[in-house]
């Protein structure tokens, strides 16, 4: 990763957590971009009253000019810690998954924000937290993180129980995942967070999906069952293998699309700035 | 159909053919999840055959090791014909001609006359058991009771070589019987006792052969080969001659009577006549019999050695074919999953 390139994100909706912050917020203040007139007596600020536009009104009303303030949001990144994120392809994606986590804590303490961590695997995990935070520490906290636990989970289901521990104002919610699991689960966890700004970050493998030899007799063992599969590979094999690939994206595509919220996919390697656009686009 | 094994200690290694079955035999690919994988129904094929050759082999060659044969067990024949002992009289006069003399020319001694009719006899009789028994000084087991035909061509062969001295028959007679009461079947049994003389008998010898010939229930022949001018069988003696020691012939005959067994005795003064009496014996001597028999064991070590370098070759071909999919790859033994959590239970 880059260390000059921050990473850019912006919650869904206009934070109203009344805390000057990077952005947006719902509230009108009395700081900021301008954002509209108001009557003075529906709002009566005396300071910000605009004598052009109450002049201009042929009514005589007295209008105040508004101010959107822009403030904080609480970041919360929701790292899925099942067995199958110790997937090594062209490279280790839980180690693409603490690149990211680092890149946003950075970004959060740039923004002013505060940057919390929750991993999960079967179950909430205990020993993988950081309750949001804008200590400066956090990158090397975060490090220390991934560094002490390993990916071991049997399935990612726990993640849907976080939304317990994000109570209160609504935040923005990073989901980093493969997303591999049933599509019930990925549903209860949409259906969980609804409150939240939610982003689901696929993190993919082009090793899993498009890079597949032609011929061949491979042994697989699935990370989180430890069943084995032999897979005789060919031609007319790969191309259903790549086929059923695409319906899963798409199906997968379809479910966040259905709770508004629209993927971004991260593989192989961190390029914030890739990363940034699709956040911003999202 | 019986295995055995040279071996057998090393059939402990025989439960190793379980380890494919536990580990798999190709190097594992680890996988985020199986389930996108598409089922496909050749692979699963490829992977049960994989299994089952890596068992095979596995298998065969703890098998090979413990070097398996088969056979060797008795089986029960039927033939049609009876168990015959041939007593052969292994003398030095067998060796002279019925004139008493020995052979010139295209002259056949008594011994050649009786090879010649024994092995027509044995040749026409494939389904006999023949055991021979020759006997001079002391008696010879040459055979034992057997139906290999060649075996028994070859000691019938054998008995015009020149032959010893005496003629101890009462020994000779004992060894024969002891070869066919070794056989405990129902079938018939001959002696066939060939000589050109007699001897006396000792009364405690005889005494013991009387037994004997009652419990083996045989039946007996005796081809005397009579040398022209010597004593004979039907030889009425001279008053005070009437002896064992004078007449052996006769009174080895009121012997074998007195034995209260099918006995009938074929004084014979010339080649033809040999054959004659052989012929009889066959036409009296045709009786279903049963007996077991030894089969020749099969060694089938080279089998499974064969299907062990079989299936190690369709596993190295397997390897050749194995693909490296990913760069990640589990060491061999548990599955990541099944190994519990470090931090969990910290």
Not at chain 1, 33 to 41: D, I, K, Q, V, W
Not at chain 1, 63 to 82: Q, T
Request: glycine content about 8%.
């Amino acid at each position: 990763m880059t260390d000059d390139a921050l990473l850019a994100y912006r919650p869904h909706a206009r934070p109203r957590t009344g805390r000057p912050g990077a952005h947006p917020g719902a509230d009108a203040g009395s700081l900021g971009l301008f954002r509209n007139h108001a009557p003075f007596s529906r709002y009566p600020e005396a300071r910000r009253i605009d004598l052009r536009a109450s002049l201009r009104d042929p009514f005589g009303e007295i209008h105040v000019r508004r101010f959107e303030p822009r403030n904080v949001v609480d970041v919360y990144a929701l790292v899925d810690l099942s067995a199958s994120m110790g997937f090594v392809g062209h490279a280790a994606k839980i180690g693409l998954v603490e690149d990211i986590c680092v890149a946003m804590a950075r970004a959060a303490h740039r923004y002013g924000d505060a940057f919390g961590i929750i991993g999960a695997d079967a179950h909430i995990r205990r020993d993988f937290q950081i309750r949001a935070t804008r200590r400066r520490s956090l990158e090397t906290e975060i490090r220390e993180l991934f560094r002490r636990s390993t990916p071991a989970g049997r399935s990612a289901a726990g993640l849907a129980e976080a939304a317990n521990l994000l109570a209160g104002r609504r935040k923005l919610v990073f989901v980093l995942s493969d997303f591999r699991q049933t599509a019930a689960v990925t549903d209860a966890l949409l259906a969980n967070l609804i409150r939240h700004d939610v982003v689901p970050i696929i993190v993919g493998d082009s090793a899993e999906e498009t890079d597949l030899p032609e011929w061949g007799l491979i042994e697989m063992q699935d990370l989180e069952t430890g069943q084995r599969r032999v897979v005789f590979m060919r031609p007319a094999l790969r191309r259903k293998w790549l086929d059923e690939a695409a319906r899963r994206k798409s199906a997968l595509r379809r479910l966040f699309m259905r709770y508004g919220r629209t993927p971004v996919t991260v593989a192989d390697r961190l390029d914030i700035e890739n990363l940034s656009r699709q956040l911003m686009e999202a | 159909m019986s295995l055995s094994f040279a071996d057998p200690q090393l059939l402990w290694l025989t439960p190793l053919a379980a380890l494919p079955l536990l580990g798999g035999v190709l190097r594992r690919s680890a996988f985020p999840s199986l389930a996108s994988v598409p089922v496909d129904g050749l692979s699963r094929l490829i992977s049960l055959a994989l299994t089952f050759t890596a068992v095979a082999t596995i298998g065969s060659t703890a098998l090979a090791l413990a070097g398996p044969r088969r056979g060797g067990e008795l089986v029960e024949k039927i033939g049609d014909g009876a168990e015959t002992a041939l007593l052969i009289d292994r003398s030095g006069s067998m060796n002279e001609t019925f004139a008493g003399r020995p052979p010139e020319g295209g002259e056949e001694s008594k011994a050649n006359a009786a090879r010649r009719v024994l092995q027509d006899y044995v040749r026409r009789r494939q389904h006999d058991r023949f055991g021979v028994v020759g006997f001079s000084t002391s008696p010879i087991r040459m055979l034992p009771l057997t139906d290999k035909m060649d075996a028994v061509l070859g000691a019938v062969a054998a008995i015009d070589r020149p032959g010893l001295d005496y003629t101890d028959i009462g020994r000779g007679l004992a060894t024969a019987l002891s070869l066919l009461s070794e056989d405990a079947g129902q079938s018939s049994r001959v002696l066939l006792l060939v000589s050109d003389g007699a001897a006396v008998i000792d009364p405690k010898v005889q005494q013991t052969l009387r037994t004997t010939f009652a419990r083996t229930r045989v039946n007996l022949y005796w081809l005397f080969l009579r040398t022209a001018n010597s004593t004979g069988i039907s030889d009425t003696p001279k008053p005070g001659e009437d002896t064992p020691q004078a007449m052996p012939e006769r009174h080895l005959d009121i012997f074998f009577k007195s034995l209260k067994i099918p006995y009938k005795a074929f004084e014979v003064e010339n080649p033809g006549a040999v054959e004659a009496a052989v012929a009889e014996i066959g036409r009296l001597e045709t009786h279903p019999i049963v007996y077991r028999e030894r089969l020749p064991t099969e060694d089938l070590t080279g089998f499974f050695a064969a299907l062990a370098l079989l299936s190690s070759l369709a596993l190295v071909a397997a390897k050749i074919f194995e693909a490296g999919l990913f760069t990640s790859s589990l060491p061999l033994g548990l599955p990541e999953a099944a190994r519990p959590s470090r931090r969990r239970a910290a």
